[in-house]
């Protein structure tokens, strides 16, 4: 059985969270110039030129593309011929966060307790971590720094069989509405529908990984992302002071659900949607 | 667009008063970013009668909480936070004499109120330039609440900092400005 040792998913964990917090995925860069030569708006052209701006001093410079660097988000697939050793998987990849947030020069924006006594754990621990079992003897790690000025503007709607595909649309434009401006748009929109209201949930969050050009592989979910985007960017709200490059993408990922539902999730993520994915 | 307006601090009412939403501005001079954790220690002390830390007399407010700084910068990326968080402490703040605030998204209409009643301005940065912004900061100096660490009340000195008048002091609103001539949004078609 091949083994794997904690210390190297530390060690590429900090590395992926330097990555993902300074070089903006080109496909993103790509849409966000994309977006700068069809806006309508000439505030809005403003505003493109100065994220297009940022995402290449960022690059070039190893800073923070944003200074909300975000609380990571971490996705595994663990190949179930895997042998992990040397230590606790979990802590590994928390080391690794520890350590990428601190030499990388990155914000810690994590409190240990959400309510009564919101102290910072100073080194952005603990992550989110998504752990799934897949055959194989490899090890996928996909970190997803996720920002909250556009996470807290994201939402969940339990729908009924009955509200159908208009009623997924609605759901979705009511989240972008309440959304608006606040989010940092241009925004990338994760939309899960199916499942249950945290797998719906979790559909959203995972549909941010999958790159802006790509389409869902079934034509009746890739025509609805297209119709949603085509609605979001005729809400006016535009790159924050107005116009028409409102969203990037929306990138909708489905799960098989129970018959009497159809809960509809919605991430949004603001232009800053970075990642950093690794085979190990 | 026209030109940006150059504005030093400190920020006057008369100065503030002259700006109208939509304006452009570059910002130099001394303005001091205080976020979330910071404006709960400040109302707080206010309710129990003690001093603010800071004199906040024509001030520009930051909504800030900067990455850490490499060696040899003054501060890491920088750019602003959502203005709505701070709304219920507002107010308050500015009827301590605060005259501009930078931030970004919308803010309520008790805000509003309190900006018309004082003369204040509200202006928002590009949220997530915050590489490109980190550019117009000479330096960070921690004022109040080192504890607080990235959320530290702290002076920033800033030259040509980009920002564009978002609210005026008579209530008018850019982004419902901006927004309409580019909405053809109408959820009843769905």
Sequence with gaps: MRELDVKVITENVAEMCKEAAYYLPEDVYNGLKRGRETEKSEVGKIVLDQIIKNAEIAKAEDRPYCQDTGMTIVFVKLGQDLHIVGGDFTQAINDGIAKGYTEGYLRKSVVGEPLFNRVNTKNNTPGVIYTEIVPGDKLEITIAPKGFGSENKSGVKMLVPAD?????????????????MNPCPPMV???????????????????????????????????????????????????????????LAVNVEWGPTHIAGLPVAVTICCHAMRHSHRIL | ?????????????????????????????????????????????????????VDWTNQIVYYLGPTPAKPGD?????????????????????????????????????????????????????????????????????????????????????????????????????????????RNFDMSKI
């Design chain 1, 164 to 180: 159908g595909v208009k009623g997924v649309k609605k759901a979705v434009m009511e989240i972008i509405l309440h959304a608006s």
């Design chain 1, 189 to 247: 929109v994760g939309v899960g529908i199916g499942g249950t209201m945290d797998r719906a949930a979790l559909l959203s969050k995972k549909a941010l990984t999958r790159s802006i050009d790509e389409r869902n592989p079934m034509p009746e979910y890739a025509k609805l992302e297209e119709e949603l985007l085509e609605l979001i960017n005729s809400t006016g709200i535009g790159p924050q002071l107005g116009g028409t490059t409102s969203a």
């Design chain 2, 1 to 53: 667009m026209a030109e940006s307006i150059r504005i030093t601090t400190p920020f006057t009412e008369e100065m503030s008063r002259k700006l109208k939403a939509g304006d452009s501005v570059l910002i130099t001079g001394t303005i001091i970013s205080a976020r979330d954790a910071a404006h709960k220690a400040m109302t707080e002390a206010l309710a129990r009668g003690e001093k603010l830390p």
């Design chain 2, 74 to 182: 003054p501060i890491g990326s920088c750019g602003p936070t959502t203005s709505g968080r701070m709304d219920a402490y507002t107010p308050t703040m500015l009827d301590q004499g605060i005259k501009g605030m930078v931030g970004k998204g919308s803010r309520t209409p008790e805000v509003v109120e309190a900006m018309k009643r004082n003369g204040a301005t509200y202006f928002a940065a590009v949220g997530g330039a915050a590489a490109l912004i980190a550019k117009s900061v000479k330096s960070y100096t921690v004022l109040a609440y080192p504890e607080l660490g990235p959320e530290a009340v702290a002076a920033l000195e800033v030259v040509d900092f980009p920002a564009i008048v978002v609210i005026d002091c008579e209530g008018n609103n850019f982004y419902e400005i901006g927004q309409k001539p580019y």
